[in-house]
């Protein structure tokens, strides 16, 4: 937001609003679907979930350590030199899984132990994006279906966002909410999937897609009116472009039609946002600021007309080839830090109940050093957090960490498979979100392929994650 106009930064926010404009492409003509989901039925309510990326994959084995003696032993032997000392760490009290393994979380993340201990805030161990079921000997032998692209940055990241290991596409479970939600949104409609990093394919649909903010809120074009009148000569030129007509050319005519469309948003948005003050300071960090608007937004449902909200948000830089030690430790303080911030915020605000944050990452990096630093694996660890989880726990199956023959999972240099496919937690939370439970295998059609037991009378895994689901 601009509030101190020069013409120097009237041509700056002129350019980013157009940029802001463009990279939302429900300012834009529809887009052609390379995958078709059917309508999903979703009850209307008041929730917001919130996806926090960790952009280059987090080496989550020294983020969950297993702390039991000889749980703590496997897992120092394996991991060598980028072992934390046990001494180090931080016990989760009060759990054990059913091997019998307690767990400690690596020494930067107080805020994060807190939130466990809380019973806001569990685990989901050795998951991954997964086609199907897969054993080590179908992985040597290559029988076995993959995701596509396995082990590497951009198709990983896109599968997490997709829960389409299986294809390359561009639509993500949060689009399709939103194709459900906002199929006739007006011009001045804030849409309902809001980025904090940009352009991402999680949130894009068959015809909707997200709303760019930043960690300082929308961009736009604003003059106070203490400005001079020649900052108010420069703002109403601004308006005069925008309310030009050009129907004899089309391309012309889209582009202020995506622009105008922008400066409607960008005004709702900073009008119903500033409003709210937050009852917490937040840190300085890029993601603590991230989650201090996330936060803001959420609170200014009513004002947004939005009752139900997703929030994309990347940190980047958790690639770790080399120095391991030093820069997660950085890395993870910031993060813990700033997610327990949000959710004290929430917590104060009077919103713990509608809010469900979770991190992803690429995929877990290998148990073994390469000397310095670990290099990309498959299976690793994420965080839900909020109210209606049932804290405390560490879901799934956290695996053994020994290697070669002695681990069923490991298929080489330490990288595991993963036990748990992303679309079982997925599933969960658009479930909480209000998606019908019946529409749940057109949003992840993977899921037939991991039917549970059939005297269950379930067609796929559950998690017992969350609270009144």
């Given at each position: 937001m601009l509030k101190n106009l020069t013409r120097r930064k009237f041509v700056q926010g002129s350019m980013a609003a157009s940029l802001a404009?463009?990279?939302?492409?429900?300012?834009?003509?529809?887009?052609?679907?390379?995958?078709?989901?059917?309508?999903?039925?979703?009850?209307?309510?008041?929730?917001?979930?919130?996806?926090?990326?960790?952009?280059?994959?987090?080496?989550?084995?020294?983020?969950?350590?297993?702390?039991?003696?000889?749980?703590?032993?496997?897992?120092?032997?394996?991991?060598?030199?980028?072992?934390?000392?046990?001494?180090?760490?931080?016990?989760?009290?009060?759990?054990?899984?059913?091997?019998?393994?307690?767990?400690?979380?690596?020494?930067?993340?107080?805020?994060?132990?807190?939130?466990?201990g809380q019973e806001k805030l569990s685990f989901v161990a050795n998951i991954a994006p997964l086609i199907e079921p897969v054993n080590k000997q179908a992985f040597l032998d290559?029988?076995?279906?993959?995701?596509?692209?396995?082990?590497?940055?951009?198709?990983?990241?896109?599968?997490?966002?997709?829960?389409?290991?299986?294809?390359?596409?561009?639509?993500g479970w949060f689009g399709y909410f939103a194709d459900a939600l906002q199929p006739d949104k007006k011009a001045d409609q804030i849409p309902m999937n809001i980025s904090l990093a940009g352009s991402n394919i999680m949130q894009n649909g068959r015809r909707s897609t997200h709303y760019s903010?930043?960690?300082?809120?929308?961009?736009?074009?604003?003059?106070?009116?203490?400005?001079?009148?020649?900052n108010r000569a420069i703002l109403r030129s601004f308006e005069t472009v925008l309310n030009t007509s050009y129907a004899g050319d089309p391309f012309k005519q889209s582009y202020l039609s995506i622009t105008r469309e922008a400066q409607l948003q960008h005004r709702k948005y900073r009008d119903a946002v500033e409003k709210i003050s937050l009852p917490i300071e937040f840190s300085?960090?890029?993601?603590?600021?991230?989650?201090?608007?996330?936060?803001?937004?959420?609170a200014a449902t009513e004002e947004l007309g939005l009752p139900q909200q997703t929030y994309f948000l990347r940190y980047i830089g958790w690639d770790h080839h080399d120095d391991l030690l030093n820069s997660q430790a950085r890395m993870l303080r910031v993060l813990s830090k700033a997610m327990g911030e949000f959710q004290q915020?929430?917590?104060?605000?009077?919103?713990?109940?509608?809010?469900?944050?979770?991190?992803?990452?690429?995929?877990?990096?290998?148990?073994?050093?390469?000397?310095?630093?670990?290099?990309h694996g498959w299976g690793g660890h994420c965080m839900v957090m909020g109210d209606a989880v049932k804290g405390g726990q560490v879901l799934g199956d956290y695996p053994a960490l020994s290697l070669g023959d002695k681990n069923p999972l490991?298929?080489?240099?330490?990288?595991?498979?993963?036990?748990?496919?992303?679309?079982?937690?997925?599933?969960?939370?658009?479930?909480?979100?209000?998606?019908?439970?019946?529409?749940?295998?057109?949003?992840?059609?993977?899921?037939?392929?991991?039917?549970?037991?059939?005297?269950?009378?379930?067609d796929w895994p559950r998690l017992d994650l969350l609270n009144n689901l």
């Open positions: 404009a463009a990279s939302a492409p429900s300012f834009s003509l529809p887009k052609v679907s390379t995958q078709s989901v059917p309508p999903l039925n979703i009850d209307k309510q008041k929730r917001a979930l919130v996806c926090i990326m960790l952009d280059g994959g987090n080496d989550s084995f020294n983020m969950l350590v297993p702390h039991s003696a000889k749980h703590y032993s496997e897992y120092a032997k394996t991991r060598a030199n980028l072992a934390l000392a046990k001494d180090s760490l931080l016990p989760l009290q009060g759990f054990a899984d059913k091997e019998g393994r307690e767990f400690a979380l690596h020494p930067s993340m107080p805020e994060v132990a807190e939130l466990f290559r029988s076995a279906r993959v995701p596509l692209g396995l082990l590497s940055h951009a198709d990983q990241f896109k599968h997490w966002q997709t829960s389409r290991p299986d294809l390359r596409v561009q639509q903010i930043t960690g300082s809120g929308s961009v736009g074009l604003v003059v106070n009116e203490e400005e001079s009148d020649l300085d960090s890029d993601l603590s600021k991230q989650l201090a608007k996330v936060a803001q937004s959420i915020a929430i917590d104060l605000l009077g919103l713990s109940e509608n809010v469900l944050c979770f991190t992803g990452s690429d995929f877990g990096r290998t148990l073994t050093s390469n000397g310095n630093g670990s290099d490991d298929v080489g240099g330490g990288v595991l498979i993963p036990t748990l496919p992303t679309d079982v937690l997925f599933a969960q939370l658009s479930m909480w979100f209000g998606v019908q439970e019946s529409d749940i295998p057109k949003l992840f059609p993977n899921l037939k392929n991991f039917a549970a037991d059939s005297s269950s009378g379930e």
